[in-house]
T-cell receptor
Framework: GQQVMQIPQYQHVQEGEDFTTYCNSS?????IQWYKQRPGGHPVFLIQ?????EVKKQKRLTFQFGEAKKNSSLHITATQTTDVGTYFC??????????FGPGTRLSVLP | KAGVTQTPRYLIKTRGQQVTLSCSPI?????VSWYQQTPGQGLQFLFE???????NKGNFPGRFSGRQFSNSRSEMNVSTLELGDSALYLC??????????????FGPGTRLTVL
């Protein structure tokens, strides 16, 4: 079945440093979504990528969808303590359920 | 617009009991999906309901079941609880669900503890 992996599992950074998490799917995806879950909270939608090679930016966050539509990345520039949380990617194949990656837990040290 | 609501927020049960969790989606959303979240397994898809029909099901035993009502509200039932069922159960609603790969809006979850 479809599998979605994420690396790293954990990342500790100093405030101001950059952070990147990578998402890889075993199958070609229709599209990919990214979610953020704060400690004690629930996943909140960040963005959806649909096109091969697509790049989208949200302030300090940059999302990229691979050319083969099997991988994606989320890059945060100059992390802040408010960025703390777990970042999940969800791979979607049309007609099938969302498959979430295991998440990358980000800690930001002030 | 009100968000996704789930009740109860916390629940403590003992092994062998059964439990019913409730989810009210965002108004106008017809798809409701259920997920189990544990520290070890992450977010695991349980099932999705659309227009009162189960459209897709994850790899969980038959003890896990659900249903959806005509107003799109959904319930999830777990029978013969086991210790391993302790988890955060999240409900997510979307307009059309997987067919249109909509954004999913998650509820706050129900934290189930099985003793």
């Amino acid at each position: 079945g479809q599998q979605v992996m994420q690396i790293p599992q954990y990342q500790h950074v100093q405030e101001g440093e950059d952070f990147t998490t990578y998402c890889n799917s075993s199958t070609t995806l229709s599209n990919i979504q990214w979610y953020k879950q704060r400690p004690g909270g629930h996943p909140v939608f960040l963005i959806q990528l649909v096109k091969s090679g697509e790049v989208k930016k949200q302030k300090r966050l940059t999302f990229q969808f691979g050319e083969a539509k099997k991988n994606s990345s989320l890059h945060i520039t100059a992390t802040q303590t408010t960025d703390v949380g777990t970042y999940f990617c969800a791979g979607i194949v049309y007609g099938q359920n969302f498959v979430f990656g295991p998440g990358t837990r980000l800690s930001v040290l002030p | 617009k009100a968000g996704v609501t789930q009740t109860p927020r916390y629940l403590i049960k003992t092994r062998g009991q059964q439990v019913t969790l409730s989810c009210s989606p965002i108004s106008g959303h017809r798809s409701v999906s259920w997920y189990q979240q544990t520290p070890g397994q992450g977010l695991q898809f349980l099932f999705e309901y659309f227009s009162e029909t189960q459209r897709n099901k994850g790899n969980f035993p038959g003890r896990f079941s659900g249903r959806q009502f005509s107003n799109s509200r959904s319930e999830m039932n777990v029978s013969t609880l086991e210790l391993g069922d302790s988890a955060l159960y999240l409900c997510a609603s979307s307009l059309e669900g997987r067919e249109a790969t909509d954004t999913q809006y998650f509820g706050p979850g129900t934290r189930l503890t099985v003793l």
